[in-house]
C-alpha cells in the first residue's frame, strides 16, 4: 500500500536560516508527489507538485522540492525562511489517477527571531 | 468568494446526536473527498467520490456516512456523534486527470470544527 512519511514531527529554525523538510514515499512505481502547507486556522495550500520531468521542482512562496528516486524522497526546501512560513507542512503522494491522495502526518514548523 | 466552503464552520454537539457536515464547491470539479485531522495523525481519508454516481470508503470509513447531492456538494454525516469524532473535518475537490498518467491537485475548504462533548 502508498504511504508517506515525514520523519520530522516539529521542526524550529531561525529566520533568514535555510530549511528542509523531508518526506519519504513507499511503494515502487514512479509516484506523482505533492507539498501542502496549513496556516493556523486555514485550509491547505498546494506548494508544489512533480509528476515526471526536472527533478528539482519550483513552487510558490519561495520554495522548492528534489524528487530522488533512488532515496524514494521528494525533501521540500527554501533558502531563507521568513516567520511567515510558520505552518504545518504536508507531503502527499499518489500512483494514479484513480485513487486518491495519501497524506504523510505532517511537519509543524516554528521560526523564532 | 472562496471555491469550496464548508459548513458549519465550527459545532459543538453532545454524544449520541446526528451531526451533518456539507461541503460546496463552484470549481465544476466531479472528485469530492472528505478527511479528517487529528493532531498528530495529518489527514486521514473517510470517504471520497469520484463522480455523483460513485461513493467509495477511505481509511476510516466507519461512523460515517456521505451523500453526493450534485456534482458540486458532498455531505458528511454523523450518525451517533462519539467524542472521539472531535476534529478538524476537511473537504477538498479535484478534476478528473487530464490525460494518462496525469493527477489533479487538490482543492481544499476551510474546514470545519467539530467538537463532541
Known amino acids: 500500500a502508498q504511504s508517506v512519511t515525514q520523519p520530522d514531527i516539529h521542526i524550529t529554525v531561525s529566520e533568514g536560516a535555510s530549511l528542509e523538510l523531508r518526506c519519504n514515499y513507499s511503494?515502487?512505481?514512479?509516484?506523482?508527489l505533492f507539498w501542502y502547507v496549513q496556516s493556523p486556522g486555514q485550509g491547505l495550500q498546494l506548494l508544489l507538485k512533480?509528476?515526471?520531468?526536472?527533478?528539482l521542482v519550483q513552487g510558490i512562496k519561495g520554495f522548492e522540492a528534489e524528487f530522488k528516486r533512488s532515496q524514494s524522497s521528494f525533501n521540500l526546501r527554501k533558502p531563507s525562511v521568513h516567520w511567515s512560513d510558520a505552518a504545518e507542512y504536508f507531503c502527499?503522494?499518489?500512483?494514479?489517477?484513480?485513487?486518491?491522495?495519501?497524506f504523510g502526518k505532517g511537519t509543524r514548523l516554528s521560526v523564532i527571531a | 468568494d472562496a471555491d469550496v466552503t464548508q459548513t458549519p464552520r465550527n459545532r459543538i454537539t453532545k454524544t449520541g446526536k446526528r451531526i451533518m457536515l456539507e461541503c460546496s464547491q463552484t470549481?465544476?470539479?466531479?472528485?469530492m473527498y472528505w478527511y479528517r485531522q487529528d493532531p498528530g495523525l495529518g489527514l486521514r481519508l473517510i470517504y471520497y467520490?469520484?463522480?455523483?454516481?460513485?461513493?467509495n470508503k477511505g481509511e476510516i470509513s466507519d461512523g460515517y456516512s456521505v451523500s453526493r447531492q450534485a456534482q458540486a456538494k458532498f455531505s458528511l454525516s454523523l450518525e451517533s456523534a462519539i467524542p472521539n469524532q472531535t476534529a478538524l473535518y476537511f473537504c477538498?475537490?479535484?478534476?478528473?486527470?487530464?490525460?494518462?498518467?496525469?493527477?489533479?491537485?487538490?482543492?481544499f475548504g476551510p474546514g470545519t470544527r467539530l467538537t463532541v462533548l
Open positions: 502527499a503522494v499518489v500512483y494514479s489517477g484513480n485513487t486518491p491522495l495519501v
Open positions: 512533480y509528476f515526471s520531468g526536472d527533478t
Open positions: 467520490s469520484f463522480d455523483v454516481k460513485d461513493i
Open positions: 470549481k465544476g470539479h466531479d472528485r
Open positions: 477538498a475537490t479535484s478534476d478528473r486527470p487530464s490525460g494518462r498518467g496525469n493527477y489533479n491537485e487538490q482543492f
Open positions: 511503494y515502487g512505481a514512479t509516484p506523482y
